[in-house]
């Protein structure tokens, strides 16, 4: 049977078939008609954060980490010093991308398991006032804990530190108010809980610090404050514009605003999460986290302490029942990942929940019941 | 009516409706299904320009001009010293994102209307021994003009110069073989004449010369020797891979190698070159470029010399007619441009040329006949 598998992983997700079929026409990034998408899509992207006032939001080709990457680029001063709250896998790479640039990188390190520590923060921000930007992963994809943005923002307004944030797994699923939230930088992409296909990031940037950006890239491609400078005059993107994935992003937002905006797509994964975690805990499978700590976009297991366990074998089991599951991305500790989000509702993750346990059972994890 | 329009552009293009349909399907990134479908796209990649022996193959997320950056900054060490063969407008961006990065960068600028000349290559190469890499665009973009790959690379191979090619607008459609031809990195993009949508590039990089390019990269999203040792480790893309773009340039070298590989490509486009110009030609359109310069990729039109002629409302009616032509690029004389590549063969361009004939009538620039 050629019937698509359900994607459990955090992006590529699965998406509609409405989504998909957007992208079955080509654009003329020249054109009027995709001008006039790209401004749609951007207008769009600011009503979810409350960001007219005071943000821009300037699309960027390539993946989400290209996104993060141009977002230190373009707002961190050659001479600036930057401070990773780190938590996690996602953060290390923030940290690696900041060094490599040549801008000053230091980081704070957290438990995988904890979130990162506004009080620990505020302790480094006093003793080394050199750090000029802080960044924070939002929801640390590594191991799917939900960092607090709000209170990580409060501490920068009032150390007067810039704040880049990588959103990429919570932007339009968790809410973020740029009204109450003050960052110079947020980043996310297309294909993770906007739902539309991979291939394009976005950065929300702060009305404020734009013009100081001007300059500040060491790289063409990744130079935000270029490419927006470039789209506010003429609509267009500088370089080739991924069109079939913008097209789609749009469409997917189209149905983003139609389920009920942000507050519905959170109930839906938070309900996708819950039964997961219920369906994988009644069969023994632990997370990984504290339940208060767990974002509901993508959830961590502890592999099954049992002899016959084998991550390869658990993947191909539960591919051929139709679902794609996620590997660990922890050192310390065996585990797996199972992402709650994309076009899927309590049907698919109740039917993901049965073939696992069908796995087990085939593994000889679990007795067949 | 809802029919699309044809698009006469450098890309994005025209493609096949089968090459879109490729996309209807949302695909694991780190799932076996995919790692094959990148492996076949590298393999058949290398196909076309007869370089497994010598090369390998790098994609990269992003715009065309994301994998030239990438190409310099893998490619050229940080004290290199690159020379940049300027005949237009692409030239010069390869020039400018060579200087942003920290590498030093000179340009030696040939007329737009001519090919960048080997000679002259050489008397540069003899005068300056700093220089390390040579960047030649093989297409430019901005006029059409095809510029001479064998005779450059022969000088920089005889002086020991490393040569980076911008083979954009003509990988797939001009025959480049690495056998005979020496580059250190050739740069091209799914959405240009292999007529895949628009999302990603590749980079191919000479094996001899792989090693010496690690850590050269002071970008870690365009380090293409971290993007090919991770590859070669995995099967994966570092970051999230545009899933449905990749997919859709494997649907789409599938009907190029179909219709008869670069050989049958060159002559659809020579043909479509010809109708094109013959058509437009004989309505009194002169074409910027001597026909022996003239790439069958895009022809550069000089603007009619008639008080009647505005480029906007030629584009829109020619849009109304259903083509998407292209603006100029020169900053010295007006002129517009129209793509001969893409989904498209003689059919199409004659009414490309009947829909001209008849803008040019109703602006009032020809007679009615």
């Known amino acids: 049977m050629d019937r698509d598998r359900i994607l459990l992983t955090p992006g590529p997700l699965t998406t509609t078939l409405r989504t998909k079929l957007a ?55 050659r001479d600036g010093h930057v401070l990773v709250l780190d938590n996690g896998a996602y953060c290390k790479r923030a940290a690696k991308l900041t060094q490599m640039m040549g801008r000053r990188a230091s980081a704070v390190t957290f438990a995988e398991d904890e979130p990162v520590s506004p009080t620990v923060l505020e302790a480094h921000l006093k003793e080394d006032p050199s750090i000029t930007h802080v960044v924070l992963i939002h929801c640390e994809t590594g191991t799917g804990v939900l960092n607090p943005l709000e209170a990580v923002a409060a501490v920068c307004q009032r150390f007067g530190k810039g704040l880049i944030v990588d959103a990429m797994s919570s932007f339009g699923a968790i809410a973020i108010d740029a009204r109450t939230t003050r960052f110079d930088a947020l980043v996310a992409a297309s294909g993770k809980c906007l739902e539309g296909v991979p291939g394009m990031g976005f950065v929300f940037l702060r009305k404020a610090i734009l013009d100081g950006c001007a300059g500040r890239s060491q790289s063409l491609a990744m130079d935000l404050h270029d490419q927006h400078v470039y ?110 989000i994309g076009a899927i509702g309590r049907t698919e993750m109740q039917q993901a929940v049965n073939a696992v346990a069908e796995v087990l059972q085939e593994l000889g994890i679990i007795a067949v019941r």
Chains 1, 2 share one sequence.
Request: aromatic share 10%; charged share 20%; net charge positive.
């Open 23 to 77: 992208m079955l026409k080509d654009w003329g990034s020249w054109d009027g008609d995709f001008i006039a998408v790209t401004a749609n899509v951007r207008t769009r992207l600011l009503d979810i954060v409350n960001g007219h006032e005071s943000h821009v939001v300037v699309p960027l080709q390539g993946s989400g980490t290209f996104s993060v990457e141009a977002a230190v680029a373009t707002v961190v001063p």
């Open 231 to 340: 789209m506010e005059k003429t609509g267009q993107w500088r370089f080739t514009p991924p069109t079939h994935v913008l097209v789609a992003l749009s469409e997917a937002i189209t149905q983003f605003v139609e389920e009920g905006g942000q507050p519905a797509r959170l109930a839906r994964y938070a309900d996708n999460c819950k039964t997961l975690v219920g369906g994988l805990s009644a069969l023994g499978l632990k997370p990984f986290l504290k339940p208060e700590l767990q974002a509901p976009i993508i959830v961590t297991f502890h592999a099954p302490a049992h002899p016959a366990y084998d991550f390869k074998r658990f993947y191909a089991a539960a591919k051929a029942r139709g679902f794609l599951l996620y590997p660990g991305k922890l050192t310390q500790v065996e585990t797996f990942r199972v992402g709650c």
